[in-house]
């Protein structure tokens, strides 16, 4: 693996570094996890569109600019770098959309890409149920053929921004008489219309954008299975792998907050326990690890290989140290950390608590890391199963 840049992609990251500077919104966007907030993040998302800065590495007939992967991660870097907004259409372009590209059928690239990218058409992640979390295979939401389509029936938890967006994405039982990973299929469903009621999750952070959805008699067309009918498990572990793997939790992130985190040091130190000072460089350390791990993910996908079920050690190794990182930034405030975003006293407008209490879900969601450590111990290692 060769760590040095080529001077199209340096030439690529000056170019992305000099928008952001330019475009990024000088003060912070309310949380997109709130109805005010999640407006003012589309209108963001539709100004990345328009530069053709919204899906870097897609081809350019879908609004892309058919950048490569290692340019995707420069991206990325820079996007962090700035501070720019999250992505409230993550789970689209980041999870539905590499799945589409493996397993859509034309018209479905045609029809659902373009808008995606655009944030014209918004989409959720309908995986979990109530007793079927990190167990997906539990599930119980079922699907019932009919002329022209299928009738689904069930209902799916912790919809991230579910109750904002349009759609949703997740696997329905087509098959009453198959068990576990058998007899499923992935269906693309709305989250508005006849038989579809969102009910919203409080959060502790207060915010309202998670949602349970309630399918009673949905119908969904033909068009709308992606991939093969009772063949969803294949289907569904591609996204998965996008969301443990490579696109959904990009180095950048990580190499900012732990940037963020020798700021806020060096504006302690002088209070802070000296221990903190060797938390704050583990923080670094372990995020550049993070970042040339990645890159070499990405070069052996550039030569055709895949990622696999090490994308389970990636969403391990991210998950645990993003916790880590911010349980430093929390000891460094001392009792301050407690300080909310509502609060003018709140260091960095107390963005180290928001953090922290999302970081605490990083090892529950894209399946749990107990889980992931299964698969790596069985897939990864060769391990038998006990």
Known sequence: MDLRFTEKEEKFRAECRAWLEANVPKEPLPSGDTREGFDLHVEWEKKLFEARYAVVSWPEEYGGRGASLMEWLIFEEEYYRAGAPSRVTQNGIFLLA???????????????LRPMAAAEHLWAQGWSEPNAGSDLASLTSTARRVEGGWRLTGQKTWCTRGSFCDSAFGLFRTDPESERHRGLTY??????????TLRGVDRLDGDEGFAEVFLDDVFVPDRDVLGEVNQGWRVAMATTSSERGLSL??????????????ELYTRHRNTADPYLRKEVIDAYISAEAYRYYTFGTVTRMMEGGEIGADSSMNKVYWSEMDVRTHEAALALLGSDFEL???????????AWLKGFQFALAGPIYAGTNEIQRNIIAERVLGLPRK
Do not use: H, N
């Open 98 to 112: 590499p799945t589409i590209f493996e397993f859509g059928t034309e018209e479905q690239k045609e029809r659902i």
């Open 187 to 196: 269906f693309l469903f709305p989250l508005r219309g006849e038989g579809v």
């Open 249 to 262: 939790r990009s180095p950048g992130r990580f190499m900012a907050t732990a940037s963020r985190l020798i």
């Open 340 to 350: 909310d975003e509502g609060s003018s006293d709140a260091s960095d407008r107390g």
